[in-house]
């Protein structure tokens, strides 16, 4: 049975998912953690599957990113980063 | 281990290091996705190193089944992080385990198609000397290759035979004088060790460039 | 839409009585996660029902010194893979609520981590929820849930929160952890509520 160790991938993991739904590549874009002020790379973040995909700050944990798609539709929570980079 | 060539029409290239995400539509509309490091170079085309796993989604079809004239639907390429374009200058170091030498390949292939001279090296980890891919072709490409074998090793080994740890790191890495630029791939717990071991060899965390593969294929 | 010839997967379709629509078999028991595993002691380990009357907790060994049962349900994942028989042990959540003087018609469960679901108290009544601590004869594995987890079959399987640590009485419905963000308020997966506006 894998582990949820070995299921915890990284920010490169949605990068396709990123690039579709902003039509710009994020994988090397800084976010900024709203819970401890962490600023990393999305590529750097963690990244859970579950019932949705859920983008963790790598240093403090705390949720920056939910993701639902469902029948044609994404739910996209970004209140846990508090800004992203871009450009 | 299969290497799948895809022809997409108005395929503006790629970067060494950048995946795809491929998606695959039975005929009922069932669909699956996964994602593939880019195995070429960029000078080389569009190509894929899939590793077949048995309970896999996908990769048993692409392994086992697609054949030439097949269509499947490609995203990307996808990657801003995870690249060596060939135009940085610090020395390359290659950590990878198991099938996250593929992205890392593509870094090889493009430094020896643009003729660079950055020095670079791959420490690769694989269960045994059958799951080693690219042997041959790892041997031309002009870098220092350390390979480690963590479950067998065949007669008359002379290579490692563990798992990648501060010692094998200390003897093969650059120094952490040299600030180099360091790639390190494979499964979570893979990439968590190699990169724990180069930060107590002095590295710093800004040079090191991490990618997890899951375990799903 | 780009058609993969001889594309199949390793999907296995049920029995439509057993499997609700848009589902499909599974034999192993994928690990889906929000977060990372927490590992609380279970000497600090405690569920609490709170929001009714007075706060009413259970250490670990008195939950279970509380009746439990096993119990053999087929479970839906809202990520399609539905898993038939399988067999649980836990003290189902009436034998808790019992203890509590309440009026509420809501809960939300918590949980280590931070996780949320909410449910109505319907759906948590009557013999449909566990508070499950074994799996398959052996005690909850940490990656499943474990020491326990919140078992509600007849609902998608993000209702059954892993590593639930009480459930919190409320009078209104809120959405919980993924509830907020896109997916269905109640989860029936018989009616197929796997989103918001199913």
């Given at each position: 049975?894998?582990?949820?160790?070995?299921?915890?991938?990284?920010?490169?993991?949605?990068?396709?998912?990123?690039?579709?739904?902003?039509?710009?590549?994020?994988?090397?874009?800084?976010?900024?953690?709203?819970?401890?002020?962490?600023?990393?790379?999305?590529?750097?973040?963690?990244?859970?599957?579950?019932?949705?995909?859920?983008?963790?700050?790598c240093?403090?944990?705390?949720?920056?990113?939910?993701?639902?798609?469902?029948?044609g539709?994404?739910w996209?929570?970004?209140?846990?980063?508090?800004?992203?980079?871009?450009? | 281990?299969?290497t799948?060539?895809?022809d997409?029409?108005?395929?503006?290239?790629h970067?060494?290091?950048?995946?795809?995400d491929?998606?695959?539509?039975?005929?009922?509309?069932?669909?699956?996705?996964?994602?593939y490091?880019?195995?070429?170079?960029?000078?080389?085309?569009?190509?894929?190193?899939?590793?077949?796993l048995d309970?896999?989604?996908v990769?048993?079809y692409?392994?086992?089944?697609?054949?030439?004239?097949?269509?499947?639907?490609?995203?990307?390429?996808?990657?801003?992080?995870f690249?060596?374009?060939?135009?940085?200058?610090?020395?390359?170091l290659?950590?990878?385990?198991?099938?996250?030498?593929?992205?890392?390949?593509?870094?090889a292939r493009?430094?020896?198609?643009i003729?660079?001279?950055?020095?670079?090296?791959?420490?690769?980890?694989?269960r045994?000397?059958?799951?080693?891919?690219?042997?041959?072709?790892?041997?031309?490409?002009?870098?220092?290759?350390?390979?480690?074998?963590?479950?067998?090793?065949?007669?008359?080994?002379?290579?490692?035979?563990?798992?990648?740890?501060?010692?094998?790191?200390?003897?093969?890495?650059?120094p952490?004088?040299?600030?180099?630029?360091?790639?390190?791939c494979?499964?979570?717990?893979?990439?968590?060790?190699?990169?724990?071991?180069?930060?107590?060899?002095?590295?710093?965390?800004g040079?090191?460039?991490?990618?997890?593969?899951?375990?799903?294929g | 839409?780009v058609?993969?010839?001889?594309?199949?997967?390793?999907?296995?379709?049920?029995p439509?009585?057993?499997?609700?629509?848009?589902?499909?078999?599974?034999?192993?028991?994928?690990?889906?996660?929000?977060?990372?595993?927490?590992?609380?002691?279970?000497?600090?380990?405690?569920?609490?029902?709170?929001?009714?009357?007075?706060?009413?907790?259970?250490?670990?060994e008195?939950?279970?010194?509380?009746?439990?049962?096993?119990?053999t349900?087929?479970?839906?994942?809202?990520?399609?893979?539905?898993?038939?028989?399988?067999?649980?042990?836990?003290?189902?959540?009436?034998t808790?609520?019992?203890?509590?003087?309440?009026d509420?018609?809501?809960?939300?469960?918590?949980?280590d981590?931070?996780?949320?679901?909410?449910?109505?108290?319907?759906?948590?009544?009557?013999?449909?929820a566990?508070?499950?601590?074994g799996?398959?004869?052996?005690?909850?594995?940490p990656?499943?849930?474990?020491?326990?987890?919140?078992?509600?079959?007849?609902?998608?399987?993000?209702k059954?929160a892993?590593?639930?640590?009480?459930?919190?009485?409320?009078?209104?419905?809120?959405?919980?952890?993924?509830?907020?963000?896109?997916?269905?308020?109640?989860?029936d997966?018989?009616?197929?509520?796997?989103?918001?506006?199913?």
């Amino acid at each position: 049975m894998t582990g949820i160790a070995e299921l915890k991938l990284d920010g490169n993991a949605i990068g396709g998912l990123m690039l579709e739904l902003f039509g710009v590549e994020l994988t090397a874009t800084p976010c900024v953690c709203a819970g401890c002020g962490a600023r990393e790379e999305m590529a750097r973040l963690d990244v859970y599957t579950g019932a949705g995909i859920v983008v963790r700050c790598c240093h403090c944990e705390a949720v920056m990113i939910r993701i639902v798609q469902g029948r044609g539709r994404t739910w996209l929570d970004l209140s846990g980063a508090a800004s992203l980079e871009l450009g | 281990m299969k290497t799948l060539e895809l022809d997409v029409p108005g395929w503006a290239g790629h970067r060494a290091g950048q995946h795809v995400d491929v998606r695959l539509t039975a005929e009922d509309g069932y669909q699956a996705q996964r994602s593939y490091s880019i195995a070429s170079a960029p000078s080389d085309g569009l190509a894929l190193t899939v590793e077949r796993l048995d309970d896999g989604e996908v990769s048993p079809y692409l392994v086992d089944e697609a054949r030439e004239g097949d269509q499947l639907e490609v995203r990307g390429p996808i990657g801003g992080y995870f690249v060596w374009d060939g135009t940085e200058t610090e020395p390359v170091l290659l950590v990878a385990g198991g099938s996250g030498v593929v992205p890392v390949m593509a870094m090889a292939r493009h430094r020896a198609r643009i003729g660079s001279t950055t020095p670079m090296r791959l420490i690769y980890s694989s269960r045994s000397w059958d799951d080693v891919i690219y042997r041959d072709e790892l041997e031309t490409l002009g870098i220092e290759v350390f390979q480690t074998l963590t479950r067998e090793q065949p007669p008359g080994w002379s290579g490692y035979s563990r798992r990648i740890d501060r010692e094998l790191l200390a003897e093969t890495a650059w120094p952490a004088s040299q600030s180099p630029r360091v790639y390190v791939c494979g499964s979570t717990r893979f990439v968590d060790a190699a990169a724990d071991g180069l930060l107590e060899l002095g590295y710093d965390a800004g040079w090191i460039r991490t990618e997890r593969f899951g375990a799903t294929g | 839409m780009v058609i993969s010839r001889g594309f199949r997967g390793k999907r296995r379709d049920g029995p439509p009585d057993r499997v609700p629509p848009g589902q499909y078999l599974t034999d192993d028991f994928p690990v889906l996660s929000a977060g990372p595993t927490p590992h609380t002691p279970l000497e600090e380990w405690t569920f609490s029902i709170r929001g009714g009357a007075e706060l009413v907790s259970w250490t670990w060994e008195e939950l279970r010194g509380l009746p439990s049962e096993p119990v053999t349900v087929d479970i839906h994942c809202v990520t399609r893979w539905s898993k038939l028989d399988t067999v649980w042990e836990g003290v189902s959540v009436d034998t808790l609520l019992e203890a509590v003087e309440h009026d509420a018609a809501y809960a939300m469960a918590f949980c280590d981590g931070g996780y949320t679901t909410n449910l109505p108290l319907e759906d948590l009544t009557d013999g449909k929820a566990w508070v499950a601590f074994g799996y398959d004869g052996e005690p909850l594995d940490p990656e499943h849930g474990g020491p326990a987890r919140l078992l509600v079959p007849h609902l998608y399987f993000w209702k059954s929160a892993k590593w639930v640590r009480g459930l919190e009485l409320r009078d209104e419905d809120e959405p919980g952890f993924w509830e907020s963000n896109g997916y269905h308020l109640r989860g029936d997966p018989w009616l197929e509520q796997r989103y918001w506006g199913d």
